[in-house]
């Protein structure tokens, strides 16, 4: 099992690779910003999305607009997805008339950096195998290349270039990914030679993610209802054995960190409907190697509920919210 990172600031956009086109598809809460950074740092860039305000917003940072994934594989060699799910993936993908792979260049760097399973890429990188054979026998040179490549780091990280990117590949192709990648990240990890071993990364993170504030958000309650003032608190827990990036990052409750989504109602940040998306991707996952993950699946269960009581658009640390106002306070 190959792994390596490789960490950068801000390189310039001279060191972009020589004589490449960009593309960047699916301009949501994460794909927006990060198309944002490379519009910013002088790419040129070509974007799409179904939702045209979106569309809209990078092309007035400079950005041209592209009316399908296959108008932007026409146009660009280097292509970058960010999609809600798998099948949406798909979709952009192998749609026969509007695809990317329907135009894809025969020297194309395909980079998805959507949170899926673990078998689509995989999927994907047969068929740019058999795209390529095929240009072979039309005597065309050709090395198309996917890698997987979701991302950690939030909002935030998105918006500042700071993300950490998970990529699965061949060196070569893990090679030619980070030269783009680096523009909008604090570190590039290579997970594995196949395609898929990003995603595979990604999931276990964010099976510890759920599980790490779903226990704090029950720390923090505890600790409160007992008395101890909630700042007090937290630090006391990232001064001892309890510390992880749940408390001393994102913390859940409300104030003990003002740039927390904890602190502003818990808008913007990590939906809950992604979380609960990625839980059951990682469960399920779990299951195909069989493996238990009791506490991934009480976390599942957990979620489920934040989202059938409507939590599902406010941010995963709303967990927090959803167990006191759903727990019987017994010193009332």
């Given at each position: 099992f190959f792994f390596a990172i490789f960490c950068y600031d801000n390189l310039p956009f001279s060191q972009q690779a020589v004589g490449s086109m960009y593309g960047f598809i699916g301009l949501g809460n994460m794909g927006s910003r990060m198309a944002g950074v490379m519009?910013?740092?002088?790419?040129?860039?070509?974007?799409?999305?179904?939702?045209?305000?979106?569309?809209?917003?990078l092309v007035g940072l400079g950005a041209g607009a592209a009316s399908s994934p296959r108008e932007v594989a026409q146009a660009s060699n280097v292509i970058i997805t960010m999609l809600p799910n798998a099948d949406i993936v798909k979709e952009v993908y192998r749609n026969a008339e509007t695809g990317i792979f329907a135009s894809a260049q025969p020297g194309s760097l395909l980079i998805d950096c959507s949170t899926i399973d673990a078998e689509t890429p995989k999927q994907l990188h047969a068929v740019t195998q058999e795209l390529n054979q095929q240009n072979a026998e039309k005597g065309l040179l050709s090395n198309m290349t996917f890698v997987d490549a979701p991302v950690s780091g939030g909002v935030g990280a998105a918006e500042a270039g700071a993300l950490t990117f998970l990529v699965g590949g061949d060196e070569q192709s893990y090679q030619r990914a980070q030269e783009v990648l680096q523009h909008m990240s604090k570190a590039v990890f290579h997970c594995g030679k196949l395609p898929g071993s990003g995603q595979a990364v990604k999931l276990a993170n964010n099976l510890a993610l759920g599980i790490s504030m779903s226990a704090i958000s029950e720390a923090m309650l505890l600790g409160t209802r007992l008395g101890v003032d909630p700042k007090v608190l937290a630090a006391a827990l990232n001064s001892a054995t309890a510390r992880c990036?749940?408390?001393?990052?994102y913390n859940p409750y409300p104030g003990v960190i003002e740039t927390a989504p904890s602190s502003r109602g818990y808008e913007g940040g990590f939906a809950v409907d992604l979380m609960l998306k990625d839980l059951k991707l990682a469960t399920d996952a779990a299951a195909a190697v069989d493996l238990q993950t009791p506490m991934g699946n009480q976390a599942q269960h957990l979620y489920q509920g934040l989202q059938g009581e409507g939590y599902g658009k406010l941010d995963f640390s709303s967990v927090l919210k959803y167990l006191d106002q759903n727990s019987v306070d017994k010193t009332a």
């Open positions: 519009v910013r740092k002088g790419f040129n860039l070509t974007v799409y999305d179904a939702h045209q305000p979106s569309v809209q917003g990036w749940s408390s001393d990052t």
